[in-house]
């Protein structure tokens, strides 16, 4: 099986993956991979970051020779975290830049809208940051890194039950929204299997920015925690209406609350908020430390779990291409890709990462999931951090 590993020196990360071309390092061709991102608009918090995690995994393996002297290049079309747009984004990717395979869209509303597309024209949609259910049943040629929330959720809600002697919760989360619907249901399945009881369910519709309507019914019920399938941004404002509101409770919640947004808003509020992710700054592996380094010396800030898990897709995809003799013609290097990912292993930022093929659909081909582990972490001075 194709791998590569992620150690602690980038030289020796290049060296190991067999990246390095012939000498001289002249590259053959470029290689185009296209990225889908919201850098603007309301989920650029998530896309912004992700952008920077490409952009440094590919100035690292470009720097070191390219894949099989290819240098691999990316070209970016910022689908502003709308369906609509997305869709644009794709098929001028796909139809007009004509790229290898395309990174993305950034929420998994975008992902339903725009993979279809590059599935019908055979071209790889490898999401590092979708997590909702049935992402990979669009097609065969959908691909993930981003863990589902289906295997994040009952490990969070297992490790929060038990770190806070939890009996009853109340839920709040957006029903409009696929990444936010799906965790609700995942949620609520999860309750149910732990036994945990419900004491009122709550919903909001995107845009909402006042919920204390939702927060007033939720108190009277007197709940002893609350599980929020939110996004960053109304998960912090939810979080600061409690705290007005003289509630207390801790909040549960997926990896949509995994940004530095969260703190932003809700500061100190956030404090004790439990998430379950499969990327922590404190996991001090070789890989991720040197990914941390490199990302605060390029960007001047912190990495988040969608920069690393961008960053990791990137050697992914670099793994399959060495495995990969590109023939130049489009259609054919296009399926060549997606043949040679399921293969592929690596120790990355993440951790250790392998694909496992989706559930099994009738009548249809199905893509790979992410075949990841998932870490607790709890909110400490205005970050996460592991859950102990």
Known sequence: MPSITIPKSIPALLLSAGLICAAGGSYAADVKLGLAAALTGPAAKYGVAAKNGFTLALDEINAKGGVNGNKLMLVTEDEQGK???AINAFKKLIFQEKVLMVFGPTLSNSAFAAD????AAKTVAFGTSNTADGITAMGPFTYRNSVMEADVLPVTVRAAVKHFDIKKVAVIYGNDDAFTKSGYDVFKATLAQQNIPVTDTEA?????VDFKAQLTKIKATNPDAIVCSCLAEEAANIILQTRTLG??????????LNSPKLFEIAKDAGENTIMGSPWSPENLTPANKAFISAFKARFKTDPDQFAAQAYDAVYVVAAALKNVKLSGKLADDRIALRNALPAVK???????????????VAGKEVGYDADQQAVVNIAKGGKFVLLK
């Open 83 to 85: 369906k609509e747009e």
């Open 116 to 119: 279809p597309i590059a599935n």
């Open 204 to 208: 909001y519709a995107k845009g909402d």
């Open 247 to 256: 509630m207390k409770q801790p909040f549960i919640g997926g990896n949509g």
């Open 346 to 360: 690596i120790e990355g930022a993440t951790g250790k990462f392998a694909f496992r093929k989706a559930p099994a």
